[in-house]
């Protein structure tokens, strides 16, 4: 069984039209996902599975929907125990542990604010997000690198901490929750326009941003999850995307228990290595996939074939924009398209294609979520026709769900986003005469030289066609003459050796697949992108250190 019906009045639809018109899902009075999901679940079906998790280390767990409730139940009265309270914050720091999820569900319950965030974060990064929050607990993994940033981070942040596992000199955080009771005690019940959780948005163009949602967001999640996602009741999901990120809300908890389906949790420290995934799929039969283009990258110069993936019912993918050589090698090689979706850390999914509503097409971002009513605008806030550059735009409704709420501490920022007519994405895209979305590149992306505007996605398209590229990004390089000129910064793929040759060879090829004004003027190839830590190429830093020189 799954939850579906709770929010919408129907469930299956004839057409996109039908879709859109019909699948915004409703929230139910006073709906709080800790009691109205899992513990609904716990009741009606405690044996349905939850969450199936192993580590690098060979461990594995299994929960159901009756483990999650009762685990839960105790964290919160461990947390009570510690002085949290509703609308504290408290910061996970847990990777892909299966506390997570627990906690998460606990959090929601009490009222406590969960602050999901990276296991990869610097003391510095640390000490900001609990300052800049005031946060009240921390809780964490006990891996050696997340213990020494910690305790770096503690002479600039007072914040009391707990470790799932034993760290001297501090409390484990198993070993207090475990001896709790099952029983929840008598705490008011949050809901609505409550604070649920909040994001520190990756700083790809400045210091993160507090990104704050209510508890009506993880109802707008059902169509992430059953419409993109095309998740299975009873079924095993997978998405590729450790707890400290938005992407974990998106395909790892909200939308995915609401529809049936359990979470696969592959919990690693380290380096990702596409064949460290790959086996698990056949082995655990895992139904549906979910990643960023940057991990399917690495998946297509693998050899699939040695590799069982015909339990893979639909693959999606969101994060950045997917290039179609991409798509290409990875539907020969399986069979299975990837259906692309485009949203923020603010949202849930915005634009995207939705099984046999809207097919995938490689290099397109679909079409509108009944979540929202999306307009191309330009920067007078004036629709744009189709075929013409705008800025996807958020119409906002009387009552918005799945939108951030305010910008903690950002005054200046939340009127800005979400106090007019329209929420702001910053992303510019076209829109064709059935509907249908292309990506273009983030307004502050564009390249402006000698009277042309670039998009950077079609020139990164082009360029990932070459085997020499593994990795691309194209940014505006400062020229005398025509303002900017196109810059190709390379990661090159195995096998292939820098020289002025392959720059003149990848020249070429570009300009054979786009107009001859785009072709990069620059090529510089490097051995590493600059990233954030959530792993999106920071292009700013890129045009930064040209401005340098």
Known sequence: MNLISDFLNRTDFDSYGDFFANAAPTVPDKFNFGYDVVDKYARLCPDKRAI????????????????????????????ISLGIRKGDCVMTML???????MTAVACHKLGAVIIPATHLLTPKDIAYRCNGANVKLLIATSEDDVVS??????????????????????????????????????????????????????????????????????????VTARYWQQVVDDGLHLTMAESGWAKCSWGRIYGQWIAGAAQFIYDYNGRFTPTDILPFIGRYKI??????????????????????????????????????????????????????????????????????FSPPV??????????????????????VPNGCEGEIAIKLRAHQIGLVCDY????????????????????LATRDGDGVY?????????????????????????????????????TGAPDALRGQVVKATVVLAKGYIPSEELKKE???????????????????????????????????????????N
Not at 365 to 378: A, Q
Request: hydrophobic share 30%; with cysteine.
């Open 52 to 79: 199936v998790w192993c580590n690098s280390k060979g461990e594995e767990r299994e929960f159901n929907f009756g483990d999650v409730s009762i685990i839960s139940n105790q964290i919160v009265n461990c947390l």
């Open 287 to 356: 139904n549906t996939f979910c990643a960023p283009p940057t991990i399917y990258r690495f998946i297509v110069k693998e050899d699939l074939s040695k590799y069982d993936l015909s339990s893979l019912t639909h693959c999606s993918t969101a994060g950045e924009a997917l290039n179609a050589e991409v798509f290409r090698q990875f539907y020969e090689a399986t069979g299975q398209k990837i259906y692309e979706g485009f949203g923020q850390t603010e949202s849930t999914v915005i634009l995207a294609n939705y099984g046999e």
């Open 438 to 474: 292309r990506f273009v590149g983030r307004k502050d992306d564009i390249i402006k030289s000698s009277g042309y505007r670039i998009g950077p996605f079609e020139v990164e398209s082009a360029l990932m066609e070459h085997p020499a590229v593994l990795e691309c990004a194209i």
């Open 362 to 383: 490689p290099g397109t971002l679909g079409k509108p979520s009944p979540v929202y009513d999306i307009e191309l605008i330009d920067d007078e806030e004036n629709p």
């Open 408 to 427: 903690k501490d950002g005054a200046g920022k939340t009127p800005s986003a979400i106090g007019g007519k329209y929420y702001h994405t910053g992303d």
């Open 149 to 222: 940033h910690i305790r770096l981070a503690m002479d600039k942040c007072d914040v009391p901490c707990l470790f799932c596992g034993n760290v001297e000199g501090f409390d484990n955080f198993n070993d207090l929750f475990s001896t709790q009771s099952q029983t929840l005690p008598d705490i008011e019940r949050p809901f609505g326009k409550d604070i649920m959780l909040c994001y520190f948005t990756s700083g790809t163009t400045g210091q993160p941003k507090m990104v704050r949602h209510n508890f009506e967001y993880p109802v707008a999640h059902i």
């Open 506 to 548: 990848l020249q070429t090829f570009v300009k054979r697949l786009t107009a001859p004004y785009k072709y990069p003027r620059i090529i510089e190839f490097v051995e590493r992108m600059p990233k954030t830590v959530s792993g999106k190429i920071r292009r700013v830093e890129i045009r930064n250190n040209d401005g340098k």
């Open 95 to 101: 990777n892909r542990r299966w506390e997570y999820w």
